[in-house]
């Protein structure tokens, strides 16, 4: 049997996450979501920057049911690389109830394509993160998203805020709709008036394809407080910016977990705090409709949503 040593330091997923104090919508989606091997089913790609702990779709579905809510967005891993086998196989467990985000590469057949859109991708990321992934080349990223449009898959990007600018012209030429992942990782100790956040309002002001996720405030946050030991009102620096775009744009944003949670550095959250979270970010019943009903199942589950 292959076996992994983690990373030295690594933080594992919060086991017994508390039951939420907030009750979700009917039919609410963890739009950002991981699942982790297990290594000795489905082997760390050799080229990976992490190591983590075994994070398996059993257990991801058991934390959907524990929390409350009914459906899954399984975003690629980078520790897997472009071997989605491990996200595949949750699909194909989820009994329709996940839906995935793929890495592939430009030799990507296209019975590949069709089949993983059989068992429920419907996106490719792009991650621009440096310490996480070495680039690939934008012209293969262009000629991949043109062949996923075809079959109206949208792409997903990672990035941080201070690479924006250099990305721009990139992000806005893609043929497809376009999520961005934690509202381009803000730095929440500026102000949300300031440029580096304007930048990305302007983003989304101006391209009417691009959507966001307010997710990972645990990864945002500088001073807190943590989602731990029963805290009511955690990451409460993140909140402007969410806020922000929440009632700028309340028809292209998504919410997830972000379970389980890779790399992370001073803590691990409890899940059920981060959905408590939610009702200081969208307050209202109208908002929380569509943050976590409404705007997902349009994005992945379109066939529910037209007559």
Not at 149 to 162: I, K, Q
Not at 270 to 277: P, R
Request: proline share 8%.
């Amino acid at each position: 049997m292959i076996t992994f040593e983690k990373t030295p330091g690594w933080l594992d997923w919060y086991a017994g996450p508390s039951k939420p104090r907030f009750k979700l919508p009917a039919g609410a989606v963890d739009a950002h979501c991981h699942v982790f091997g297990p290594g000795a089913l489905f082997p760390f790609a050799p080229e990976r920057r992490y190591t983590p702990c075994d994070a398996s779709w059993q257990q991801l579905f058991a934390l959907r049911d524990q929390l409350g809510i009914s459906r899954n967005v399984i975003v690629q891993a980078t520790c897997h690389g472009a071997d989605n086998s491990a996200m595949l196989d949750a699909l194909a467990h989820a009994d329709g109830r996940a839906r995935g985000v793929a890495t592939v590469r430009r030799g990507v057949s296209e019975a590949e394509l069709h089949r993983m859109h059989a068992l429920g991708v419907r996106g490719v990321r792009f991650n621009f993160v440096r310490r996480l992934v070495d680039f690939t080349p934008k012209d293969e990223l262009v000629e991949i998203a043109q062949r996923i449009a075809r079959l109206g898959w949208h792409v997903v990007v990672y990035f941080e805020a201070a690479d924006l600018p250099d990305l721009w012209d990139f992000f806005t030429a893609l043929p497809t709709q376009i999520v961005v992942d934690h509202m381009g990782r803000p730095d929440v100790s500026q102000p949300v008036d300031g440029p580096e956040f304007a930048l990305f309002l302007r983003l989304m002001r101006e391209h009417s394809n691009v959507w966001t996720k307010l997710s990972c405030p645990e990864r945002l946050s500088v001073s807190g407080p943590r989602a731990l030991n029963g805290e009511a009102r955690p990451y409460r620096d993140v909140l402007p910016f969410a806020q922000r775009v929440l009632a700028e744009f309340p028809d292209r944003v998504l919410w997830g977990t972000d379970w389980p949670h890779p790399n992370l550095k001073d803590h691990m959250p409890d899940d059920g705090l981060l959905v408590d979270f939610v009702a200081h970010l969208a307050p209202t019943p109208e908002q929380q409709q569509r943050l976590l009903v409404s705007n997902p199942m349009r994005l992945y589950w379109p066939e529910e949503t037209t007559a």
